[in-house]
Nanobody, 124 residues
C-alpha cells in the first residue's frame, strides 16, 4: 500500500512557475512508476506526465512538453512536478499516482494509488 500526499499548489499569474511535490509513504516508492494527472473544472482527468521507477526517463503530454518537468527522489520518497510558463488553461486539480506496472502507461486506469490532489489556479 502506498499513500500519496500532494502539496505546493496555489494561485499564480500567467507566466509564473510552480513546483508541486508528492510525498509517498512506505518503503516501496522506487518500485512504482509515478505519474501526474490533472482535472480541470468541467473536464475529464488528463495525463500530464510520468517518470520511470529510477527517474531516468520521463514522458509528457504534448501540451506540457518543454514547460513541465517531472523528477523524483527515491531516497526521500518524493515526486516533483516543476511547472514553468504557466497558462490559465493549466488551472486544475493536480494528482500524483503510482503504477506498479513495469510498462509506462498514460492512462489513469493503470495506476493503483492516487493522492487527494492539490489545486493550481493560474490567473491571466
Amino acid at each position: 500500500q502506498v499513500q500519496l500526499v500532494e502539496s505546493g499548489g496555489g494561485l499564480v499569474q500567467a507566466g509564473d512557475s510552480l513546483r508541486l511535490s508528492c510525498a509517498a509513504s512506505g518503503r516501496t516508492f522506487s518500485t512504482y512508476a509515478m505519474g501526474w494527472f490533472r482535472r480541470a473544472p468541467g473536464k475529464e482527468r488528463e495525463f500530464v506526465g510520468v517518470v520511470t521507477r529510477s527517474g531516468g526517463n520521463a514522458y509528457y503530454a504534448d501540451s506540457e512538453k518543454g514547460r513541465f518537468t517531472i523528477s523524483r527522489d527515491n531516497a526521500k520518497n518524493t515526486l516533483y512536478l516543476q511547472m514553468n510558463s504557466l497558462k490559465p488553461e493549466d488551472t486544475a486539480v493536480y494528482y500524483c499516482a503510482a503504477s506498479r506496472y513495469s510498462t509506462i502507461h498514460y492512462s489513469g486506469n493503470w495506476y493503483d494509488y492516487w493522492g487527494q490532489g492539490t489545486q493550481v489556479t493560474v490567473s491571466s
